[in-house]
C-alpha cells in the first residue's frame, strides 16, 4: 500500500525570522496563535459515501483529575498526528474524546476537597476540556461522553445485565491490588514497578475480594 503525504509550508511570523528577536514567550504565542486556525481546518468526519473511507482513531479517555500534565500531551499529540495523517490522506478521521469519571477515585477527590463528587468531576472536564481545545487537537466534540453520565453508564448496566442473564458472568474471591488511600481496586498498569499506585502514591495491598468474572471461553468463537 503507497501512502503520499502533502504538505503545506507557511511563512512565520516575522519576528520569529528577525535575528535580533529572542525566542520569548511572546514569540511562541504568536506562532501558536499564527498556526491554530490553519491545523484546526484539518481532519473529518464519518461521511464519507464510501464505508471504506471512514477512519475511526481511538486514544484512552483521560480521568478529570483537575488539569492536565505531559502525560496527556504526549498521548494526545500520537493520536492527533495519526489522525491527521489519515485525514490528509482523504480519510473520514472519527476522533471521538470523552471522560473515565466513574469510580471512587473521583468521589474520593471530592470528599477530600469537600465538595460535592458532581461538582467536583464536571468542574474537572471543564478544565481539562478547554486545556485540550487550546493544544489544537482535532477531536470530534459533538461526539463527546463522560462515563458518569446516567445517559451513558445505563448502558453498560444494560450490557452487564444481559451477560448476567445469558449466564456469562459469575462471582468468586480472586486475589486484587488494592489501594488503601483511595479504597479502590486497581489493574497492573496502574501499579509501578515498585509496587506504588499511580493514582494515590500509595503502597499497594493484595487481598482476596469477591469479583465478577465473564466466561470468555464461551464468546472465544
Known amino acids: 500500500m503507497h501512502w503520499s503525504l502533502k504538505l503545506r509550508l507557511l511563512p512565520p511570523p516575522a519576528s520569529w525570522c528577525s535575528t ?8 511562541k504565542h504568536q506562532i501558536e496563535n499564527k498556526y491554530k486556525s490553519i491545523v484546526s481546518s484539518v481532519g473529518g468526519t464519518l461521511e464519507g459515501k464510501r464505508r471504506e473511507d471512514n477512519f475511526y482513531v481511538l486514544s484512552m479517555f483521560p480521568y478529570p483529575s483537575g488539569s492536565l500534565h505531559m502525560g496527556h ?3 494526545y499529540t500520537i493520536s492527533d498526528t495519526l489522525a491527521r495523517y489519515y ?3 482523504g480519510k473520514n478521521v472519527f476522533q471521538p474524546m470523552g471522560w473515565d469519571a466513574f469510580g ?3 468521589e474520593n477527590a471530592a470528599h477530600q476537597h469537600g465538595i460535592d463528587p458532581r461538582e467536583w468531576t464536571v468542574g474537572n472536564i471543564a478544565t481539562m476540556k478547554s486545556q485540550l481545545q487550546g493544544f489544537g487537537c482535532k477531536f470530534n466534540w459533538e461526539s463527546e461522553l463522560a462515563t458518569c453520565d446516567p445517559k451513558y453508564y445505563k448502558w453498560t448496566q444494560a ?3 444481559d451477560l448476567y ?11 486484587v491490588n488494592w489501594d488503601p488511600i483511595d479504597n479502590t481496586v486497581l489493574a497492573d498498569e496502574q ?15 493484595k487481598r482476596r ?3 465478577w468474572f465473564i466466561r470468555t471461553t464461551r464468546l472465544a468463537k
Open 73 to 75: 500531551v504526549r498521548v
Open 165 to 175: 442473564h445469558a449466564g456469562l458472568v459469575y462471582r468468586k474471591e480472586a486475589t
Open 209 to 211: 475480594l469477591s469479583q
Open 191 to 205: 501499579v509501578d514497578e515498585q509496587g506504588i499506585s499511580w493514582r494515590s502514591g500509595a503502597r499497594v495491598e
Open 20 to 27: 535580533k528577536e529572542k525566542l520569548t514567550e511572546n514569540v
Open 104 to 106: 471512587l477515585p473521583a
Open 87 to 89: 485525514a490528509m490522506n
Open 159 to 161: 450490557l452487564f445485565l
